[in-house]
């Protein structure tokens, strides 16, 4: 067994958040009275993805975030709704998602039988990771759930990888990253030592500045590495 330890992103590696979240916005729509639409979804993902840029590079605390992007959002449209209230909601509604990317039930049951120390790192927020883990029953998987917002470091930080080695007693070449995000997931494993999964579900372009050690296009694939 070259790799002791998998340590899994959570959202678009496992969970599907894609879907969780367009199923979020249209119970917020409900309760605000707000069309959800392509429109709508196009510039809250432009919003939202700016501020989860600049939490990553550390120019933003992520409790701004959470409501920062609401209130661009908010301002964007010019919609009469409290940016704080909407966060809570969008949170209590996404911890509630069961959605998974295919295959996530096989792979993790299969390499928890064959023995490997499953961990996830993530970046998102901690209620709703916690939340969806016990909704889609993979929770039990897991022997640690790193949380970024918990450790007050993130990806692709290399004290937040750091920090994750020395709790669970490894050293970087026992390890694997696997992840959907190349800013975060493959940057933090490239800036670590740590060998590292590209999970290219759709199929795009690896820019020359990142280095996976493997790339796949769908979960399954795992099992012609471990």
Not at 27 to 56: A, T
Not at 108 to 113: A, P, V
Not at 137 to 152: A, C, D, I, Q, R
Request: one cysteine or more; a negative charge.
């Amino acid at each position: 067994m070259k790799y002791k330890h998998l340590l899994f992103d959570a959202d678009n590696t496992l969970l599907d958040f894609s879907k969780g979240e367009i199923d979020t916005f249209e119970e917020l729509g409900r309760i605000y009275n707000f069309e959800v639409n392509e429109k709508i979804m196009k510039e809250y993902h432009i919003i939202n993805k700016k501020c989860w840029k600049d939490y990553e590079e550390g120019r933003l605390s992520q409790d701004v975030l959470r409501v920062l992007r609401f209130e661009n959002f908010i301002k964007h449209f010019n919609l009469n709704i409290d940016s704080i209230e909407m966060e809570k909601d969008f949170t209590r509604i996404l911890s509630t998602q069961t959605h998974v990317i295919k295959d996530t039930h096989l792979i993790l049951d299969t390499l928890s039988k064959k023995g490997y120390q499953i961990q996830m790192i993530t970046n998102g927020l901690a209620e709703a990771q916690y939340g969806r883990l016990k909704a889609t029953n993979t929770e039990k998987y897991f022997l640690n759930v790193y949380v970024s917002g918990e450790m007050g470091c993130q990806k692709p930080d290399i004290e937040y990888f750091d920090k994750v080695l020395e709790d669970i007693k490894a050293d970087n070449k026992s390890c694997l990253v696997i992840g959907d995000r190349l800013e975060s997931d493959i940057k933090g494993a490239m800036n670590s030592n740590i060998d590292s999964v590209w999970l290219n579900l759709h199929n795009a372009d690896l820019p020359k500045e990142y280095k996976p050690t493997y790339v796949i296009s769908d979960l399954i694939s795992l099992l012609d590495i471990l």
